[in-house]
């Protein structure tokens, strides 16, 4: 069974950085895309990262580009997203997706295969 897990979001001040992370099972990840999304409250689902089964190919959105980075560990099975210079516009319930393929998309409907979600408050 295909499945992700993502964990890390927590209560973080502005300007703190915090590392949430998707775990997959189910999957052989070399051939695998995944993608990290949010959603605020009241607001639509957005996509903040991308990153390919081609090593080196990520996308970041334009808000979060310099201040996040996306990882992927294929013998952890595991996808990273590391926050940095948070700020309280980056509270939302944080979510990890997965495609097979060889390139991602920031677009949520490329994605088949998605977490829970994990909750990133940025607040002082």
């Known amino acids: 069974q295909l499945q992700l897990v993502e964990s890390g979001g927590g209560l973080v001040q502005p300007g703190g950085s915090l590392r949430v992370s998707c775990e997959a099972s189910?999957?052989?990840?070399?051939?695998?895309?995944f993608g990290w999304f949010r959603q605020a409250p009241g607001k639509e689902r957005e996509g903040v990262s991308c990153i390919s089964s081609i090593p080196g190919r990520t996308q970041y959105a334009e808000d979060v580009k310099g201040r996040f980075t996306i990882s992927r560990d294929n013998a952890k099975a595991t996808v990273y997203l590391q926050m940095n210079s948070l700020k309280p516009e980056d509270t939302a319930v944080y979510y990890c997706?997965?495609?097979?393929?060889?390139?991602?998309?920031?677009?949520?409907?490329?994605?088949?295969?998605w977490g829970q979600g994990t909750q990133v408050t940025v607040s002082s």
């Open positions: 997706a997965a495609q097979t393929g060889y390139y991602c998309s920031m677009h949520d409907a490329a994605y088949a295969y």
């Open positions: 189910g999957f052989t990840l070399n051939s695998v895309t």
